[in-house]
T-cell receptor, first 116, second 110 residues
Framework: DTGVSQNPRHKITKRGQNVTFRCDPI?????LYWYRQTLGQGPEFLTY????????KSRLLSDRFSAERPKGSFSTLEIQRTEQGDSAMYLC??????????????FGQGTRLTVV | GQQLNQSPQSMFIQEGEDVSMNCTSS?????WLWYKQDPGEGPVLLIA?????ELTSNGRLTAQFGITRKDSFLNISASIPSDVGIYFC??????????FGSGTKLNVKP
């Protein structure tokens, strides 16, 4: 399978704990996006990388959230001191660096986080 | 931030009927993408549009990039039960992040 891979698929954690999610993009893609989705809503932008550089971070992202892409391949999203409001589906997508007609972003299956 | 308005929010149709949904914005976009999402899964890309006025098909699906660059339309012909799901539009400006609509939930009665 050469699609976007996210791990774990599901995570249940107690409030106050830290969690980390991983995303492996399609191998030749140098763009990687993180989105969050709550029930009944469309995906909401969190941050994106081009290679290892984090080019944009949403103002909605509190300082409890941090994302890395150290070698320009896989990425991790960490949430510190989780709160119940962090419960959501966390989606990762990847694409080629946009040049004309190749900007399609492909999503992984997501990580469902439940904070209890 | 940018807001994409999708309509209708939901629709109930009979198998075999055609479906139309649209996405509008107050801002201009360079790229429009359409996705389908099943419960508990990530969105799956259906169609990508890059040029104002462009009409692109993928099987029974046809999408158009609005001439004003502020809207896009998705049509599904001869719907079947497996078309059930939530359809999202996404717009991109200046090759940065994608903005998503809130989705159109499609129900198909056999």
């Amino acid at each position: 399978d050469t699609g976007v891979s996210q791990n774990p698929r599901h995570k249940i954690t107690k409030r106050g704990q830290n969690v980390t999610f991983r995303c492996d993009p399609i191998s030749e893609h140098n763009r990687l996006y993180w989105y969050r989705q709550t029930l009944g809503q469309g995906p909401e932008f969190l941050t994106y990388f081009q290679n290892e550089a984090q080019l944009e971070k949403s103002r909605l992202l509190s300082d409890r959230f941090s994302a890395e892409r150290p070698k320009g391949s896989f990425s991790t999203l960490e949430i510190q001191r989780t709160e119940q409001g962090d419960s959501a589906m966390y989606l990762c997508a990847s694409s080629l660096e946009p040049r004309g007609r190749n900007t399609e972003a492909f999503f992984g299956q997501g990580t469902r986080l439940t904070v209890v | 931030g940018q807001q994409l308005n999708q309509s209708p929010q939901s629709m109930f149709i009979q198998e075999g009927e055609d479906v139309s949904m649209n996405c509008t914005s107050s801002s201009i976009f360079n790229t429009w993408l359409w996705y389908k999402q099943d419960p508990g899964e990530g969105p799956v890309l259906l169609i990508a549009l890059y040029k104002a006025g462009e009409l692109t098909s993928n099987g029974r699906l046809t999408a158009q990039f609005g001439i004003t660059r502020k809207d896009s339309f998705l049509n599904i012909s001869a719907s079947i039960p497996s078309d059930v799901g939530i359809y999202f539009c996404a717009g991109q400006r200046n090759f940065n992040k994608f903005y998503f609509g809130s989705g159109t939930k499609l129900n198909v009665k056999p």
